[in-house]
């Protein structure tokens, strides 16, 4: 039963992430069209930008069109093969950050004026998908506080439309004070800004990728909250022979071991088994809670 449901829930981030990746192309094609016709440092990294940005979504459509067809295969999900597209990721950005900065350095030592139609062509492409990813962040943010997957879109289309604004003011100042030769900094300066947020960007990307890569135990705190639901419960089984917490990719897993009196009934220990997930899974949210029944001869 749980199979299906997951696979109706793949399908459906499946058809998500699909149009993500139409979006994103048209808006690399775009932004490609804009690059060839432009001398702009700034056009050069909002095209490395937004091919990230399609790169990162392409890799996610991939990996969930595998799981729809893989079927009960992959019952537990794709947090690790989420995660090595994350170091494929954060590998295109470094590349990005080696192409932008160095255009922003040869621009910085002989500063040139922004020219080109293909600066009119990025500008009116920051207005038009601005106005997009404003549309989608409003209809999102209604739903942030109730869906912690709607605040991290939220949080996504805002920083895009963020992105937005902040080329198209570069490139508006680079064209209307192009008469002042101290305005010819504009252009590769707002480059290097760029440059930082993607650095920034691909850190974290690196950080959790690589981590969350490991199978690993909770948080000390995360501990002492399972401890703290299973003293709840003392009294309604004989032993505990073990407790085992896994984090793998973006899952939790909790496993415990809990030894019963013989003399209860099965029904009585379903009760208290069910009772047990619900405050252990009240304790560390999102957590598979898994109860394990066990008798004296385990060590």
């Known amino acids: 039963?749980?199979?299906?449901?997951?696979?109706?829930?793949?399908?459906?981030?499946?058809?998500?992430?699909?149009?993500?990746?139409?979006?994103?192309?048209?808006?690399?094609?775009?932004?490609?069209?804009?690059?060839?016709?432009?001398?702009?440092?700034?056009?050069?990294?909002?095209?490395?930008?937004?091919?990230?940005?399609?790169?990162?979504?392409?890799?996610?459509?991939?990996?969930?069109?595998?799981?729809?067809?893989?079927?009960?295969?992959?019952?537990?999900?794709?947090?690790?093969?989420?995660?090595?597209?994350?170091?494929?990721?954060?590998?295109?950005?470094?590349?990005?950050?080696?192409?932008?900065?160095?255009?922003?350095?040869?621009?910085?030592?002989?500063?040139?004026?922004?020219?080109?139609?293909?600066?009119?062509?990025?500008?009116?492409?920051q207005v038009v998908f601005g106005a997009i990813n404003w549309r989608v962040y409003r209809q999102v943010r209604q739903q942030a506080k109730a869906s912690p997957l709607a605040a991290s879109q939220a949080r996504l289309f805002l920083t895009r439309l963020l992105g937005n604004a902040f080329v198209l003011v570069a490139l508006s100042l680079s064209l209307s004070l192009h008469d002042y030769e101290w305005a010819h900094y504009i252009d590769p300066v707002a480059s290097l800004l760029i440059v930082v947020a993607i650095l920034l960007a691909a850190v974290g990307v690196l950080r959790n990728s690589v981590f969350d890569l490991l199978d690993r135990s909770l948080e000390e705190d995360e501990q002492l909250r399972i401890l703290a639901a299973l003293v709840k419960h003392y009294h309604d089984f004989d032993n505990l022979h073990g407790i085992r917490t896994r984090r793998a990719g973006g899952r939790t897993f909790i496993e415990v071991f809990l030894e019963f009196n013989p003399n209860l009934t099965m029904g009585m220990v379903q009760a208290t088994v069910k009772d047990l997930q619900t405050h252990l899974e009240q304790a560390v949210p999102g957590a598979h809670v898994t109860i394990g029944l066990a008798d004296q001869r385990v060590v």
Request: net charge negative; charged share 15%; with cysteine.
């Open 1 to 125: 039963m749980s199979g299906v449901h997951g696979g109706a829930k793949a399908v459906s981030k499946e058809e998500a992430a699909k149009s993500g990746v139409y979006a994103g192309l048209l808006d690399v094609l775009v932004a490609g069209v804009a690059l060839s016709l432009a001398d702009s440092v700034v056009v050069l990294a909002d095209f490395m930008k937004t091919s990230l940005e399609f790169a990162a979504v392409f890799l996610s459509w991939l990996a969930l069109k595998r799981v729809a067809r893989g079927g009960v295969q992959y019952e537990y999900g794709l947090d690790k093969l989420e995660n090595l597209s994350g170091l494929v990721v954060a590998l295109l950005m470094v590349i990005c950050l080696i192409s932008i900065g160095a255009g922003a350095i040869i621009n910085i030592l002989e500063p040139e004026p922004v020219t080109g139609v293909g600066v009119y062509i990025c500008m009116a492409a």
